[in-house]
């Protein structure tokens, strides 16, 4: 480490900057220069910001915050069916923290690298920790995927992890709180899940023909499927006990169970819809992407959400969406 700290243009030249590959011009100049994309392709843009205390706690490892800050990025890049291209990265930094930096380089780099994108700019400034991308991604003309090609009679899949659910995050963050107690390694696989999302940009790109619509379930299943649903005009029906499930979700009592699953919040995972004559190429996407794919309901004509349990019951519970405005959690 050196004596005197790092500058603002010496950090960026010391973690931010790397030769360009695809780009004509990267990181170092006012702008960025990026070359147009093919002919029959068109731009996917999207932005995520995470601050500190809100969308992660503080006792997260910079490189998981790094990958972190990128994944939640490609995430909408997958739920779209975008190829990622590069990514800028504006930084807002309490204080030139090198231990900090190069962790966070370090997992925010390789998650890029795996990826396939390339950082080719950004801001840095000093500030309370807040750290906001922008990722490009190319798709082709017309298949991109969206929220409102849902149509009636569509049936409604989740993707996961083997032997991982909806809800794990969630469940994670609990822990923290207090709330839950799990030790040992169930805890570090809840906790890989809330500080380690894995994007489902392979599954996006093999969806692409396949999916009638898709979202990431960032805010929660009911509040993203929510979105899919008036965007399509239509309603939905999902059978919570269909859900999946990690053995430790699976082990609560039923109403974190349904809650946390239905609506725990930071997924990451694509939630998306296919004719249900589609479930081979369904299954055969997730192959190709591998990845697990569950169904968990269908798409109605009747608007709205009705959530039922394994014998169709309806739920006794509502469960609420994630809104920064809106939620005490
Ligand atoms: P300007 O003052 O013209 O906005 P800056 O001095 O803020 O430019 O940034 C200098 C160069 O470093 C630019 O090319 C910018 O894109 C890049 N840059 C700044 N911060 C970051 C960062 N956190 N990650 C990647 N590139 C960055
Ligand atoms: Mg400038």
């Known amino acids: 480490m050196s004596a005197k700290p790092l500058g603002e243009f010496d950090l960026i030249a010391r973690y931010f900057t790397r030769e360009p590959r695809r780009a004509a011009l990267g990181v170092g100049d006012d702008c960025a220069v990026l070359a147009p994309l093919p002919p029959g392709q068109q731009l996917a843009v999207s932005s995520d910001m995470l601050v500190e205390g809100r969308h992660f706690l503080s006792t997260v490892a910079p490189e998981r915050l790094g990958h972190k800050a990128l994944a939640v990025n490609l995430s909408d890049l997958a739920a779209c069916g975008a190829e990622p291209l590069a990514f800028t990265l504006a ?27 390339e950082l080719v700019g950004g801001d840095t400034t000093a500030g309370p920790l807040n750290i906001c991308i922008t990722v490009f991604g190319a798709v082709p003309v017309g298949q991109a995927l969206l929220r409102s090609g849902a149509r009636v009679g569509d049936v409604l899949w989740v993707s996961h992890p083997a032997g991982g659910g909806l809800g794990d995050a969630r469940l994670a963050l609990e822990v923290f709180r207090g709330n839950v107690a799990l030790s040992g390694e169930a805890f570090e696989a809840v906790r890989r899940r809330m500080e380690c999302p894995t994007p489902r940009v392979a599954l996006g790109l093999a969806l692409r023909g396949v999916a009638s619509s898709a979202i990431d379930l960032s805010d929660g299943l009911v509040g993203d499927l929510g979105h899919v649903l008036a965007r399509s005009g239509v309603g939905a029906t999902v059978d919570a006990d269909a859900l999946p499930k990690s053995p430790w979700l699976a082990a609560l009592p039923s109403a974190s169970r349904y809650a946390w699953g239905l609506a725990g919040g930071d997924d990451y995972e694509l939630l998306f819809t296919a004719p249900a004559g589609a479930k081979p190429e369904v299954l055969a996407a997730a192959h190709r992407a591998d990845v697990a794919v569950t169904p968990i309901g269908r798409i109605e004509a009747s608007g709205g959400l009705r959530i039922v349990d394994g014998q169709g019951a309806p739920l006794p519970q509502g469960f609420a969406a994630f809104d920064h405005f809106r939620s005490a959690t």
Not at 94 to 110: I, M, T
Request: hydrophobic share 60%; no cysteine; proline share 4%.
């Open 91 to 117: 930084l807002a930094l309490p204080r030139v923290d090198e231990v900090f930096l190069d962790g966070f380089a370090r997992g925010l780099l390789a998650l890029a690298d795996a990826q396939g994108l």
